[in-house]
């Protein structure tokens, strides 16, 4: 236990000197620092606890963690904008926003694209400049992100993950701090910067001139990523061995209560009860529930619920129900009223059938699972061309178990996730990759051009965000030790409907490496 002695002072140090923002809160830094000072019988009680000796707390604490190390090979294909270069004084006027780099793109585009539709940039010397669309790699090569940096088919991360649970009487507590940073050295990344010129004496900066650091040497390493991934405490109300009640209160992350592979992939702060009984002979049943906090801002919260029976009459089936409600009625802190993005009631039903046969002279548990999910909320909108997209499922199974050295597992499923089925800050599973941070109800600004017939959402609709996808996912683990493993996955993805958002290719291959302890 000396270990927690050193280890726990090195982890507060990180915390404190990691990179805070503070521009989500609503408290001035003042009264953050009044509300984080505790009173007198507050802090008496913390105090208490520090005293006691690890040795006496060592029956009650669990300290487990793991560290990674992944290279993931990435590639997207996407429809983007681009300004023209060739442009004639003939087109212009008329507006033809018709690509000149790609004639196969233009014909792909033609299927779902209006021709007719431009747009406009205002060029440095007063001209227009036509504005086009193009279906092309988003990854590699000469291709930058949105800020304008060199955007590679690579990425490489380094991970650090530390838990902590305590137990004593009916009451526990957990926290999970999660390090996950970016690979490569520490370089001096901008391109531009100032330089002082001094006075005489040195006393006062009499001119910053402009400064080209484009050659200097460059690095995509970072140490300061640190994430509260967990932080809750929980209460055992009632336990009479066959019925259980519990309380549990504070930050998690919404999958790990509740089951989906598609949805549940939040951020969940707030409070859960959760209820286990059984009927003798029949099945094991559980019923769970919970409010969680969406933006405090504005009062928008969030309920979900989901309720299941376990191995039913002995057979290995699963079945479980849920329910989550995102939408928000009234003015989000945009100040928009019911906005399109938080149109979310969703629905869930997931069968699991689990068997044990006997597979290369070993008992092997094979789980074969799906899910279906439709979203009650959604209307049909100008952003899915008038229909309703409401629907998501999936299927899959998941063979082996990895415990200790020799051991693997495979995962294969299915995906399908249309437009409307899940919210763009929810959706699990493989994704789209979106380099571009998209979001299906954005609108972009160009005076000349309407998507729609409001006034108030003139410009051009992408539609495109992280959901209105389908594709396959594989995964093989396998345990080189009792603690070392390795996970490799490929996953790929393309549009469920091109008519919104247009053409779309998404793939990713990862290797990771794992030492869990």
């Keep these: ?24 809160q609503q408290e001035t830094a003042f009264e953050r620092q009044l509300n984080e000072r505790d009173d007198q019988p507050l802090r008496e009680f913390v105090q208490s606890k520090e005293n006691i000796d690890v040795k006496k707390k060592a029956n009650n604490l669990d300290i487990s963690g793991d560290i990674r190390f992944e290279w993931r090979s990435i590639r997207e294909k996407g429809v983007v904008l681009f300004a023209e270069e060739d442009c004639s004084g003939s087109s212009c006027s008329s507006g033809s926003s018709s690509s000149s780099t790609s004639s196969s793109s233009s014909s792909d585009s033609s299927a779902y694209y209006n021709s007719k539709t431009h ?27 949105a800020r304008g940096l060199p955007i590679s088919t690579n990425d490489f991360d380094v991970e650090f993950n530390f838990k902590l649970k305590y137990s004593f009487g009916r009451a526990w507590a957990a926290a999970h701090l999660q390090f996950d940073n970016p690979a490569g050295i520490r370089g001096r990344n901008d391109c531009f910067g100032v330089y002082p010129v001094f006075n005489a004496d040195g006393s006062e900066v009499e001119s910053l001139r402009p400064r080209n650091m484009k ?71 559980y019923w769970e529930g919970a409010m969680f906090v969406i933006d405090e801002r504005v009062n928008h919260f969030g309920w979900v619920t989901e309720i299941g029976v376990l191995n039913l009459f002995d057979t290995g089936l699963d079945i479980r129900y849920s329910f989550i409600d995102w939408q928000k009625v009234g003015r989000n802190r945009c100040h928009k009223r019911n906005p399109y993005g938080t149109e979310f009631r969703n629905s869930q039903i997931t069968l699991t059938y689990t068997i044990t046969p006997e597979l290369f002279c070993k008992t092997v548990p094979v789980e074969f699972y799906s899910g279906f999910l439709v979203n009650h909320a959604a209307k049909a909108n100008r952003f899915t061309n008038n229909k309703k997209k409401n629907l998501g499922a999936y299927a899959g199974v998941y063979v082996g178990e990895v415990k200790k050295e020799g051991d693997w597992s495979f995962d294969i499923e299915y995906i399908y996730v249309q437009a409307q089925a899940v919210s763009d800050f929810d959706v699990g599973s493989i994704g789209r990759g979106n380099i571009l941070d998209d979001n299906m109800v954005d609108i972009v600004g160009f005076s000349d051009f309407s998507s729609g017939s409001s006034s108030g959402m003139i410009g051009y609709y992408p539609r495109r965000g992280n959901a209105n996808f389908k594709g396959w996912r594989f995964e093989f683990l396998y345990a080189i030790t009792d603690n070392f493993s390795i996970d490799t996955i490929f996953e790929f993805s393309k549009e469920e409907d091109k008519r919104i958002g247009g053409r779309h290719r998404y793939n990713d291959f990862e290797i990771e490496a794992i030492y869990a302890f």
């Design 119 to 145: 747009f406009f940039l205002l060029g440095k010397d007063g001209d227009l400049i036509p504005v086009g669309k193009d279906y092309r790699n988003l990854r590699g090569g000469n291709h930058v992100d």
């Design 215 to 285: 050659r200097c040497g460059k690095g995509s390493g970072e140490a300061n990523a640190i994430n509260l991934k967990r932080a809750y405490m929980g209460y055992n109300v009632w336990a009479d061995g066959k019925h259980r009640f519990d309380i549990e209160i504070g930050r998690r992350k919404l999958d790990d209560v509740f089951d989906s592979e598609i949805q549940f992939s939040s951020r969940f702060d707030g409070v859960l009860l959760k209820f286990a009984s059984a009927i003798d002979d029949v099945t094991d049943w």
């Design 1 to 24: 236990m000396k270990l927690v002695k050193y280890l726990m002072p090195l982890l507060v140090a990180a915390g404190f000197t990691s990179v805070t923002v503070f521009a989500q």
